[in-house]
């Protein structure tokens, strides 16, 4: 690696923290803390799975068939995020950097990817793909839920873009087979 692009790689981590604590800063407020805590437990799988039972008494079999690619795509999401996580080692940021302040309860100890984020944009492509009309209320819920990951010291920015990149592949490559 040249010193060059270890100068550039160490920038990027620096910028990475800093939105990290600039983000982390909502949660001295004590209302937003908790309003991002239970936007995190939510999107923890309890809204998605609520979403996927919902979707066939609302669509009938088209959402019969949106909800089983959502579960499919989830399962491969999972699949893949613990591979990575298992690979890559990355510490939460709470736990690497005394300036940033927990704000809920870590599933586990590796942060890279953000497995929330992952699944709430693979299933929020699936579900907006086959019915437009919900992106109103989906596409918010997913952007609370990625910014949740990073507000609440869980994530930083990094962990988030790249669960984002991974569950918009997982459900693009879903959406063409």
Same mark, same amino acid.
């Given at each position: 690696?040249?010193?060059?692009?270890?100068?550039?790689?160490?920038?990027?981590?620096?910028?990475?923290?800093?939105?990290?604590?600039?983000?982390?800063?909502?949660?001295?407020?004590?209302?937003?803390?908790?309003?991002?805590?239970?936007?995190?437990?939510?999107?923890?799988?309890?809204?998605?799975?609520?979403?996927?039972?919902?979707? =066939?008494?609302?669509?009938?079999?088209?959402?019969?068939? +949106?909800? %089983?690619?959502?579960?499919?795509?989830? *399962?491969? @999401? !999972?699949?893949?995020?613990?591979?990575?996580?298992?690979?890559?080692?990355?510490?939460?940021?709470?736990?690497?950097?005394?300036?940033?302040?927990?704000?809920?309860?870590?599933?586990?100890?590796?942060?890279?990817?953000?497995?929330?984020?992952?699944?709430?944009?693979?299933?929020?492509?699936?579900?907006?793909?086959?019915? =437009?009309?919900?992106?109103?209320?989906?596409?918010?819920? +997913?952007? %609370?839920?990625?910014?949740?990951?990073? *507000?609440? @010291? !869980?994530?930083?920015?990094?962990?988030?873009?790249?669960?984002?990149?991974?569950?918009?592949?997982?459900?693009?490559?879903?959406?063409?087979?």
């Amino acid at each position: 690696m040249s010193i060059l692009t270890a100068v550039s790689l160490e920038r990027v981590v620096e910028r990475d923290l800093d939105l990290c604590v600039w983000f982390n800063r909502a949660c001295q407020y004590q209302n937003i803390k908790r309003l991002f805590a239970l936007i995190s437990w939510l999107g923890d799988g309890k809204f998605w799975y609520a979403l996927m039972l919902v979707l =066939p008494f609302v669509y009938g079999n088209t959402g019969w068939n +949106t909800s %089983l690619q959502m579960i499919i795509v989830g *399962i491969g @999401g !999972l699949a893949v995020y613990r591979l990575i996580k298992a690979r890559t080692h990355r510490l939460r940021p709470f736990m690497v950097h005394q300036s940033i302040n927990l704000g809920a309860s870590p599933l586990d100890q590796y942060s890279f990817p953000s497995g929330h984020t992952l699944h709430a944009v693979s299933f929020t492509i699936i579900a907006v793909n086959c019915f =437009p009309a919900l992106g109103w209320m989906l596409i918010p819920i +997913t952007t %609370l839920v990625a910014l949740s990951r990073v *507000i609440l @010291g !869980l994530h930083y920015p990094s962990d988030v873009a790249m669960g984002a990149l991974i569950g918009a592949s997982l459900a693009i490559i879903s959406l063409y087979i």
